[in-house]
């Protein structure tokens, strides 16, 4: 059969912002003959995320992912669904994802990497397995309760960074439900603020493109900041840093803004920023939802239930056609993106 899929066509170098170039569409032809333990997937739909940013360079610079290998099929998270099987875990028509699923239309796949759900777990919304009930939903979540000190009837004000963003919107919401009485974030549009604050329950929203964000936040956080959740870092997070209290929390999620330069994860801060953190008791430790994988399921749960309960809303930016992947990624890491950037390759 033929079918379509993305490979790496060039790399932008360490310091260097992706273009859609760095990414070529092929047709290739599929041949379905399947060996014990294998199946035919069709994908549904696919993720862009920041760390893939890392992935486009010749070393990774972490152990945890590989680099995509150029003229290669390149690959991140995916929903699909079982067309044909040889595989005894994974009947036909089931619904499954991976965090390995290459950028193709079809694909032969190993059952033993995919993980079958359950649709009803997000009401059929499968995208959601991308965002909200996935990955990112779970990096909010664990985030938070992991490393944020959230205390129930604390008086806390949470900042949240890169808020409209998969993540950070989910974050922002779970600093709400447990017992934060300020979360106030920070994002690059008028649209995203409007979206925080009218569709997700923010107490307030900064746009650090147009408004002074040392200003802003001395208003909207009159008592200080108690915790931080960190998805860009750069001159954004050490302003907030500056207005953190005592004894206060860094979640270091992410540092989106340094992706594109040649430096090691998480990037050195300035000797300022440490005595500040000094000076506080300031925790900042680093974050990876990887390490926690054994609180996975149990969160989903409550990840699922939430979203079906309406006491988490979602936000997502789609766009429809495997042609579209490199636009999209390339678009997610300029904040393209309101939500969950996620790509439908088919119904
Ligand atoms: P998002 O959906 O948040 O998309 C990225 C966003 O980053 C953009 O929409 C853009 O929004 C913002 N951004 C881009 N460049 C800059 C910049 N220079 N300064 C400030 N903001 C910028 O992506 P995710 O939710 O998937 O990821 C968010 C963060 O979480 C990333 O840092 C990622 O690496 C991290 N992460 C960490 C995990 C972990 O285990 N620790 C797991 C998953 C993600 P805007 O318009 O506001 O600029």
Redesign the pocket.
């Known amino acids: 059969m033929q079918v379509q899929r993305v490979v790496l066509n060039s790399r932008p170098g360490k310091n260097g912002a992706p273009v859609p170039e760095n990414f070529r569409l092929e047709e290739t032809t599929l041949v379905p003959d399947l060996k014990d333990g294998e199946v035919l997937v069709r994908t549904l739909c696919l993720s862009v995320?920041?760390?893939m940013r890392c992935r486009m360079n010749e070393d990774t610079g972490v152990d945890y992912v590989a680099p995509w290998q150029l003229s290669e099929s390149v690959d991140g998270g995916g929903v699909g669904v079982v067309e044909s099987s040889r595989c005894s875990t994974c009947s036909e028509g089931g619904v499954v994802t991976s965090f390995n699923w290459p950028w193709q239309t079809y694909a032969v796949m190993k059952g033993s990497v995919l993980q079958k759900v359950n649709p009803q777990l997000v009401d059929g919304h499968l995208s959601y397995l991308l965002g909200a009930v996935g990955?990112?939903g779970l990096?909010a979540l664990l985030?938070v309760r992991e490393k944020g000190n959230v205390i129930q009837g604390a008086n806390q004000t949470m900042v949240v960074?890169?808020?409209?963003?998969?993540?950070?919107s989910i974050a922002g919401q779970f600093g709400r439900l447990d017992g934060c009485v300020r979360v106030v974030g920070?994002?690059?549009?008028d649209e995203?603020c409007r979206a925080l604050v009218d569709d997700l329950g923010f107490s307030a929203a900064i746009n650090?493109r147009q408004e002074d964000v040392p200003t802003r936040l001395k208003e909207h956080c009159p008592d200080g900041i108690d915790v931080y959740f960190d998805?860009?870092g750069?001159a954004?997070s050490d302003t907030v840093i500056a207005q953190m209290n005592k004894d206060s929390h860094v979640i270091l999620?992410?540092?989106?803004?340094q992706?594109n330069k040649d430096v090691p994860y998480p990037p050195p801060l300035s000797e300022e920023i440490h005595e500040t953190l000094r000076r506080k008791n300031i925790t900042r430790e680093r974050?990876?939802?990887?390490n926690y994988m054994h609180k996975a399921e149990a969160a989903l749960c409550e990840l699922s239930q939430r979203v079906k309960s309406g006491q988490i809303n979602v936000l997502e930016t789609v766009v429809n056609g495997i042609e579209n992947m490199g636009d999209a990624f390339c678009s997610?890491?300029?904040?393209?993106?309101i939500?969950?950037?996620i790509i439908k390759i088919s119904e």
Not at 186 to 189: A, H
Request: hydrophobic share 30%.
């Open positions: 995320d920041p760390y990955m990112t990096t985030g960074s890169g808020a409209a963003g998969a993540c950070g920070i994002c690059g549009s995203k650090y998805n860009v750069g954004i999620c992410g540092q989106i803004s992706y974050f990876m939802v990887l997610m890491m300029k904040g393209g993106n939500g969950k950037q």
